[in-house]
C-alpha cells in the first residue's frame, strides 16, 4: 500500500492481552449500549436513500473465551483480529478526527483506539457481530464517497476535504439529507465506539477528570461526614441501622 504523504500512517502498539482487557472493559460498560441495537447495517434507517455498501463479511468462527474461561492463564488470542492495514489506517485518521490532539492529550490513535476498534469488530459474540456489519459498511461508505466527491480514497484527501465528509455524517438533525441518514446514525455507533475506547486508556481518564485507580498516600482518610450522613439517613429508612458497623469509641 503506498501511503499519502497527506496522511498519517497507523502502526499497532498495543499487545493483544491489553486490547482484550480494553474490550472487556467497553462490553461491561454503559459506554457501549448503543452500539447493540442493530443486527444489520442496512437496517438502521428504513428507505434511507444514496449509496450504501452490500458487503458480504466472511463469518466469524471462533468460538471466543466460551462459559468458563481459563482466568489463571488466559488466552492471549482467542481470535483473530480482521482489520485490514488499509482498514486499519482508515480507522485512525477517523478516530483522530472524533479525538483529535489537543495539548498534552493525545489523540485516539497515539493511545491505539483503533487496536480496540479491530479487537470489537473481530470478537466473535454477537453484540460485537451486530457492530462489525454497521462499522464496516461506513468505513466502506466513506471510502466510497471520497471517491465519488473527489475520485481519491478518504485516507488520501486533504485535511479539508475529509471534513467536509465527515461534516455531513457527524451528527443527525432535522435539516439531515436523506442520502446522509444511514451514514449518519453508522458513524454515530463508530464515534460511541472510539470515545468509549479512549475513555478507557490512562490519558482519557485524565482528560475527563477520573480519579479512580490513583494510590492514596497514608492512611485512608475514610468517608466524608456528609457521606456517613447520607448512609446512615438510607439506612435508617431501610430498617438497616441496627446493623450498621458501630466504631469503638
Request: proline fraction near 6%; aromatic fraction near 8%; hydrophobic fraction near 40%.
Amino acid at each position: 500500500m503506498t501511503v499519502p504523504n497527506n496522511s498519517h500512517y497507523y502502526e499497532s502498539g498495543m499487545s493483544r492481552r491489553e486490547s482484550l482487557k480494553w474490550l472487556g472493559i467497553l462490553a461491561a460498560g454503559s459506554t457501549m449500549a448503543t452500539l447493540s441495537g442493530c443486527s444489520k447495517a442496512t437496517d438502521i434507517v428504513a428507505g434511507a436513500t444514496g449509496h450504501w455498501p452490500d458487503l458480504d463479511l466472511p463469518a466469524i468462527t471462533a468460538k471466543g473465551y466460551g462459559q468458563d474461561p481459563n482466568l489463571i492463564v488466559p488466552l492471549e488470542s482467542p481470535w483473530p483480529r480482521t482489520l485490514s492495514v488499509e482498514q486499519l489506517n482508515l480507522v485512525a485518521i477517523l478516530s483522530d478526527i472524533i479525538v483529535p490532539r489537543e495539548a498534552d492529550i493525545p489523540s485516539a490513535s497515539e493511545v491505539m483506539v483503533p487496536d480496540v476498534v479491530d479487537e470489537w469488530v473481530s470478537a466473535p459474540y454477537s453484540s460485537q457481530q451486530r457492530d462489525r456489519m454497521t462499522i464496516m459498511a461506513v468505513l466502506a461508505w466513506i471510502d466510497d464517497e471520497a471517491k465519488l466527491r473527489f475520485n481519491k480514497l478518504f485516507s488520501a484527501l486533504s485535511h479539508t476535504q475529509q471534513i467536509a465528509i465527515i461534516d455531513d455524517i457527524a451528527y443527525d438533525s432535522e435539516q439531515k439529507p436523506a442520502e446522509f441518514e444511514r451514514a449518519t446514525q453508522a458513524f454515530a455507533r463508530f464515534r460511541n465506539l472510539v470515545l468509549g475506547a479512549f475513555f478507557c486508556s490512562p490519558q482519557g481518564n485524565l482528560d475527563i477528570g477520573y480519579m479512580g485507580n490513583v494510590a492514596i498516600a497514608g492512611d485512608y482518610p475514610g468517608p466524608t461526614p456528609e457521606a456517613r450522613q447520607h448512609l446512615k439517613s438510607v439506612l435508617d429508612e431501610l430498617g438497616l441501622s441496627e446493623f450498621a458497623y458501630l466504631e469503638e469509641s
